[in-house]
């Protein structure tokens, strides 16, 4: 199951974390996997291309991790792509919830 978790502080997406593979099929025919993967990478790649937000990145694919969290008061502009990767990876949970957990924790 992959385990995902949004982090937010005062209504506002301060990071997130991936971990674990879905489980949906084996390891490279995942599309599950591949959602979440795409969605996620597109975000960071994303706010590191249209905004100046610093963030710490932290990465282990051995475990299948992704770790994102914004060094400091994010811009408007990440807050709306956060929105998006939000809706985007609760549309792959609505669906799949026997290989996604999703939840949002005030930090």
């Known amino acids: 199951m992959t385990n995902i978790t949004f982090y937010k502080t005062n209504n506002s997406f301060v990071g997130f974390r991936v971990l674990g593979h879905s489980g949906y099929a084996e390891e490279g025919s995942d599309i599950v996997c591949a959602g979440i993967s795409v969605l996620t990478i597109n975000f960071i790649n994303s706010v590191d291309s249209f905004t100046n937000d610093k963030f710490i990145l932290n990465e282990n694919p051995d475990k299948a991790l992704i770790e994102f969290k914004f060094k400091s ?29 999703l939840d949002y924790k005030e930090v």
């Open 73 to 101: 008061k994010s811009s408007e502009q990440s807050q709306l792509l956060f929105k998006s990767l939000a809706l985007g990876l609760n549309d792959l949970y609505e669906e799949n919830r026997d290989f996604i957990s």
